[in-house]
T-cell receptor, first 114, second 112 residues
Framework: GQQVKQSSPSLTVQEGGILILNCDYE??????FAWYKKYPDNSPTLLIS?????DKREDGRFTVFLNKSGKHFSLHITASQPEDTAVYLC?????????????FGEGTKLTVSS | EAAVTQSPRSKVAVTGGKVTLSCHQT?????MYWYRQDTGHGLRLIHY???????EKGDIPDGYKASRPSQENFSLILELASLSQTAVYFC???????????FGPGTRLLVL
């Protein structure tokens, strides 16, 4: 089954608005959580990440909230801009011995309309 | 700046043929990954490696082999390409699971 799941395949928001992207995970051993951003025909790039020892991390307009008991994390974007239009991929991972895997969600296609 | 390159950038292959996708990184990273991207599936992990001459199966390894001959190079091999393997393939490298993954530009594979 899908270990990391994004509930919304797509979202549309008006420019300047606030939006929330959600991600649920199954493995309670995950201790690293990230959001990647992907423009069409480009490769994913890291937007923001957080480790399990904190509940929140903010970086400018982007904030990630982690709810470990609920196995849920979210990305909040404030003052949305047209250049935020992209696919957002959540990811979660853990270290297992010497290996390292990051599991990605299906992605949410965000459109910011001006 | 971290750099991951992939070759070829696009390829058309015939069903049953052999395809090799190559990835090269100059980041001095130990970990390298191969993902495939399909609409509605995000990125799915095929194979990965955390040391030269060793590879690990990811979540969807069937139909794929991987080779890590050196720290810098990681290849994905489709011995008998099938229509269902049409996708965009991304390679990535990182120094650890809790660190940034740096992705290559992707290879668009079309199997006919």
């Amino acid at each position: 089954g899908q270990q990391v799941k994004q509930s919304s395949p797509s979202l549309t928001v008006q420019e300047g608005g606030i939006l929330i992207l959600n991600c649920d995970y199954e493995n309670d051993m995950f201790d690293y959580f990230a959001w990647y951003k992907k423009y069409p025909d480009n490769s994913p790039t890291l937007l923001i990440s957080v480790r399990s020892n904190v509940d929140k991390r903010e970086d400018g307009r982007f904030t990630v909230f982690l709810n470990k008991s609920g196995k849920h994390f979210s990305l909040h974007i404030t003052a949305s801009q047209p250049e935020d239009t992209a696919v957002y991929l959540c990811a979660a991972g853990e270290n297992q011995g010497g290996s390292a895997k990051l599991i990605f969600g299906e992605g949410t296609k965000l459109t910011v309309s001006s | 700046e971290a750099a991951v390159t992939q070759s070829p950038r696009s390829k058309v292959a015939v069903t049953g043929g052999k395809v090799t996708l190559s990835c090269h990184q100059t980041n001095n990273h130990d970990y390298m990954y191969w993902y495939r991207q399909d609409t509605g599936h995000g990125l799915r992990l095929i194979h990965y490696s955390y040391v030269a001459d060793s590879t690990e199966k990811g979540d969807i390894p069937d139909g794929y082999k991987a080779s890590r001959p050196s720290q810098e190079n990681f290849s994905l091999i489709l011995e008998l390409a099938s229509l269902s393997q049409t996708a965009v393939y991304f390679c990535a490298s990182t120094s650890g699971v809790r660190d940034t993954q740096y992705f290559g530009p992707g290879t668009r594979l079309l199997v006919l």
